[in-house]
């Protein structure tokens, strides 16, 4: 309020007025437009905690009475039955030593791979590795692999791995001829690894596997 003299001469100065009400409007509408602010907030949720955003499940649960246990000690016994798996033994002979253990599991998979309506692709990757025990020598050394592609174009660029190792070592690592059959080492978690691509590898509506990413099952060389 503007006093000259004691007396109120706000009327005289309309422009010193507006000024004030629009002032004292701007203050009271404040509250107002931080309340419209919060609520509009698109990354604060009205309440509770932020939930996350769960996709849903491409495939169900696998039942307990569908593992073929029967099936994983079946191929167990076979590479058992090689008598050793020293990836110094022999990758030729059929009956006995790692080329044995191989063609073992090359079965299995094909089989898996058929029953699946041959969405499962089998492969044999054979390449060369030099150790001590090779006195710096190249030798020959092999892993299988099953191959279930993912269903979507994008992911199926992502690779899961489900592996076990099928060389075996006896007591003595130099020596191909001494036994290893090696049920614990590894034959049963390449068991596991087929009996995984047994009940993942089943097709889906779209003619591929029932998940978006690639998995690969595997039989791989360790260090035997």
Known sequence: MIMVNGVNRLHEHPATLFALVFFALALSAIPAVRQRAVSRDPAELARGKPQPKILAR?????????????????????????????TLSSWTDSKRGIGCGREVIVARFNEIAKDSGGKLQVVVDKFESTSERTSGKPMPLENVYAILPGSDAKLAKIIFIVSGHFDSRPSNVMDPEADAPGADDDASGVAVSAECARLLSKAGANGRGRYRATILFAAVFWSG
């Open 58 to 86: 491409p495939a169900g649960a696998v039942a307990r009475q569908a593992v073929d246990e029967k099936s994983m000690r079946a191929l167990i016994g076979k590479l058992v039955a090689c008598g050793t798996r020293l």
